[in-house]
């Protein structure tokens, strides 16, 4: 039985999770992401222009340091969601020692990933580790039973799960994103000419006669939206990961909760024979047809569909 599902699976799934997610969490990213953005394009342009004094860059980069602790707190916020949403436990409240292990953690790792990444990817054999230790304490970084000591040592544990798996993960997910940024890119360069084509309306982007593509503001306002369109999946994909790593090694998750569909019929596993067989989401919905295995766990199927082959989780039974 494989212990993880394959790159490609793990994309589609995180796919699923994505659109399985409430709203409230991508706002969350979003209330996160969009004046780091933001910050970040009108620092370089004030960076460019020479008429700005040194007085005002130096105000605005506390500003852009304080917003990437902002920026990380709320994708850790982004992240936790998932996180609960795939082992299907209750949002805990906050506390003031749950708030402070979050920025202070964000806060350390936000600062050294500006280091460390770049090193990672100069030397190249441990871009890929260095990737998953950083995305996975994200996705932990919000528990309150978690100080900035214990999520790192619990990332280091995650990041070193399926070595293989990480290394194919990297460049397809980089693949995919330089396909978002050219495709926006496209849509933006196209933008301005397509709104005078509809509605006659002429700008100062559409009289430059696409000059303006060359610029290097458009490409960095290129990258920043890319980033902010195709980062809540890249979390999505290691949050799925460190749910596996963890049903593996430490058996804390001992549910796999989802949600029904009509023509996707749901199966549901139990690692722990003490637990008993989790619901489906599904309101009115019963989990029936719960059998024992040779490993003393649970089978689930959900009768909103017809029987499938059993797909094999890790930590559990297939």
């Known amino acids: 039985m494989r212990v993880a599902p394959g790159a490609i699976q793990m994309l589609e799934e995180a796919v699923h999770l994505l659109r399985r997610a ?17 910050a ?14 040194d007085a005002t860059v130096g105000r605005e980069s506390v500003v852009l340091a304080l917003l990437l602790v902002w920026m990380s707190c709320w994708r850790a916020v982004f992240a936790g969601r998932l996180r609960r949403q795939l082992s299907a436990s209750p949002d805990t409240p906050w506390t003031w020692r749950r708030t402070w292990n979050l920025v202070a953690g964000q806060a350390f790792l936000g600062a050294t990933k500006l280091v460390v990444l770049p090193l990672a990817l100069l030397t190249l054999f441990g871009f890929s580790w260095t990737v998953a230790f950083y995305r ?25 799960f399926d070595r293989r798996q990480s290394w194919l993960l990297v460049p397809i997910i980089g693949f995919l994103w330089l396909l978002v940024t050219a495709n926006l890119g496209l849509a933006l ?18 009289r430059s006669g696409g000059y303006y593509i060359f610029t290097p503001l458009f490409l960095w306002a290129t990258l920043a939206i890319s980033w902010m369109i195709f980062d809540p999946f890249i979390q999505a ?11 593996v ?13 009509p023509r996707r019929p749901r199966f549901y596993w139990c690692s722990c024979p003490f ?44």
């Open 237 to 247: 994909v290691y949050c799925l990961r460190g749910f596996y790593a963890e049903s």
């Open 136 to 160: 996975s304490a994200t996705a932990l970084a919000d528990r309150a039973d978690l100080d900035p000591l214990q999520l790192i040592a619990r990332a280091r544990r995650l990041a070193g």
């Open 275 to 318: 637990t008993p067989s989790p619901t489906c989401l599904r309101k009115n919905c019963k989990t029936q047809s719960v059998k024992p295995c040779s490993h003393r766990s649970t089978i689930g199927v959900c009768p909103h569909g017809p029987t499938r082959r059993r797909r094999a989780f890790p930590g559990w039974c297939a």
């Open 40 to 53: 970040l394009l009108l620092f370089w342009n004030d960076v460019n222009n020479p008429h700005t004094s």
């Open 22 to 38: 409430p709203r409230t969490a991508l706002v969350c990213h979003l209330l996160g992401a969009t004046p780091f953005a933001l």
């Open 189 to 206: 360069a196209l933008l301005p000419q397509l709104i005078h084509t509809l509605t006659g309306y002429e700008s100062q982007f559409s």
């Open 249 to 261: 090694t430490t058996g804390e998750i001992s549910a796999r909760a989802c949600v029904c569909s």
